[in-house]
């Protein structure tokens, strides 16, 4: 089931978030910063008004890789306050600010390993298909991936080593009630029994780590991950029907001490783009 999400910064001003929460919009990114200065001038606004609509709310940092990184670090850290429920921070990448594509991933790390480590959640990378292929890096595929790719086809173009995407970037002129003009639409996929995937396998070993799940990594939503996942869920508070819906992808992702689950008789059942130049080819380490 595709769920519905949208992004805006300060070119979208005034957004009316109940509106944006009436018209079926589950979720929002929201820039917060760039840079090792910048801070959105819509930010504060926004972040509060999600909240009080119900809308599941994450924040953007966009990137600038030849400015100061620890500066970028604590000014996103200083502005952005994740709360529970919160979806993790996002590392937008589009740009190389003059650098090599080594220099560039040797920063990006320094930045996205400070910030798992003070917000205790595993950021998202943000980017577009062109500009990443161009790097010819692998190095970062096990971070979830937004990818921004504007394109006819059912699925977007996933590079750089990713096997999958997690949120999907398919438009730059969406429309959507409480914004006005065009507005970037998103969408997220739940995924229940039945599936099989590499977003399956990347549920089944978030479980894994966290103690609820002991059975085989093979990619394949069965009885066994939807149990598991239950089991997940019921410990978070959350609504433990076994769909990995956004909310609970977004628990996954929070780091957690491991729990151990006994393992349950086998007799018993369990209850519980923007179209843009490419750049010249670099290579990354």
């Given at each position: ?11 979208q ?56 990184i620890?500066g ?11 709360e ?23 920063r990006?790390?320094?930045w996205?390993?400070?910030v ?140 957690a ?29």
């Open positions: 089931m595709s769920i519905r999400g949208i992004d805006v910064s300060d070119y001003p005034n957004v009316n978030w109940q509106a944006v929460a009436r018209d079926g919009i589950v979720f929002s990114f929201v820039k917060s910063t760039e840079g090792a200065t910048f801070v959105a001038q819509s930010f504060a606004r926004n972040w509060a008004a999600m909240k009080a609509a119900g809308i599941q709310r994450g924040a953007y940092h966009f990137f600038r890789p030849a400015s100061s620890q970028q670090i604590d000014l996103f850290l200083k502005t952005v306050k994740l529970p429920g919160d979806l993790p921070p996002v590392l937008d990448v589009e740009t190389t600010g003059g650098l090599s594509a080594t220099q560039l991933c040797d990006a790390a320094i996205l390993e400070a798992e480590k003070a917000t205790l959640m595993r950021p998202i990378i943000y980017t577009y298909p062109g500009f990443w292929d161009n790097l010819g890096t692998k190095r970062f595929a096990d971070y979830p991936l937004w990818i921004a790719h504007y394109t006819s086809a059912e699925e977007p173009w996933v590079p750089g080593g990713w096997k999958t995407w997690t949120f999907w970037q398919y438009s730059d002129s969406g429309s959507v009630s409480g914004v006005s003009g065009n507005v970037d639409t998103n969408i997220f996929e739940s995924v229940r029994e039945g599936a099989q995937s590499y977003k399956v396998a990347d549920i089944q070993r978030e479980l894994r780590i966290k103690g609820f799940y002991q059975g085989a990594m093979d990619a394949k939503f069965g009885a066994t991950t939807t149990a598991a996942l239950i089991s997940f869920q019921k410990s978070q508070g959350l609504n433990p029907d076994g769909i990995a819906t956004l909310k609970t992808w977004a628990a996954l992702m929070r780091k001490p491991k729990v151990i689950v006994p393992l349950q008789p086998q007799n018993q059942s369990r209850s519980r783009l923007p179209l843009r130049l490419p750049l010249p080819y670099q290579t990354c380490g």
